[in-house]
């Protein structure tokens, strides 16, 4: 089954405490992006690769760091998380203009 | 600065009624204008798209009408019924895969 997957699906952390959001897909797509969910902002690019050692930064990359180390995989990493990332997280894979997004990590920063 | 606003952020339908769901762009680069639809606890998915070259896209009951000279596009859910009760994203394209979002609509349909 094609699917993008996302572990934790919920993390509750403390600030400064560094963490990572795995994300994996397994359709061979180049094009992968992390995106955060917040109530009336809809949905914001933090960071995107277009490929395996390519990665740049979206419309809210503060904080956030990425790697691209092989194709199907796309990790978020906060080294010093506060609560304003508290938010829902989504990973992304396209194929073309079309996005495949993954169930979603519930992160919160007390 | 939002470049894709969304209105309205809530809306109530009865059973049957018809849904309509309203964005407005800013950048005339984009050409791309998808929507997606999230349920509660999913990602989003990819429910109906349209290019600006044409003016109305239908699938089902699910249609998306585009104004290329206001920057608007709407999408309109005829005969809506409670499955399609979720929170839907309208979205815009330019060149690449970078997808700008507007700030979601929720969507309840009462039976």
């Known amino acids: 089954e094609a699917q993008v997957t996302q572990n934790p699906r919920y993390l509750i952390t403390v600030t400064g405490k560094k963490l990572t959001v795995t994300c994996s897909q397994n359709?061979?797509?180049?094009?992968m992006s992390w995106y955060r969910q917040d109530p009336g902002l809809g949905l914001r690019q933090i960071y995107y690769?277009?490929?395996?050692?390519?990665?740049d930064k979206g419309d809210v990359p503060e904080g956030y760091k990425v790697s691209r180390k092989e194709k199907r995989n796309f990790p978020l990493i906060l080294e010093s998380p506060s609560p304003n990332q508290t938010s829902l997280y989504f990973c992304?894979?396209?194929?073309?203009?079309?996005?495949?997004f993954g169930q979603g990590t519930r992160l919160t920063v007390v | 600065q939002q470049q894709v606003k969304q209105s309205p952020q809530s809306l109530i339908v009865q059973k049957g009624g018809i849904s309509i769901i309203n964005c407005a762009y800013e950048?005339?680069?984009?050409?791309?204008f998808p929507w997606y639809q999230q349920f509660p606890g999913k990602g989003p998915a990819l429910l109906i798209a349209?290019?600006?070259?044409?003016s109305e896209k239908k699938e089902g009951r699910f249609t998306i009408s585009f104004n290329k000279s206001a920057k608007q596009f709407s999408l309109h859910i005829m005969d809506s019924q409670p499955g399609d009760s979720a929170t839907y994203f309208c979205?815009?394209?330019?060149?690449?895969?970078?997808?700008?979002f507007g700030g979601g609509t929720r969507l309840m349909v009462k039976p």
């Open positions: 992304a894979s396209s194929l073309g203009l079309r996005a495949f």
């Open positions: 359709m061979n797509h180049e094009y």
């Open positions: 690769s277009m490929n395996v050692e390519v990665t």
């Open positions: 950048n005339t680069a984009f050409d791309y």
């Open positions: 349209i290019r600006p070259d044409v």
């Open positions: 979205a815009a394209n330019n060149a690449g895969n970078m997808l700008t």
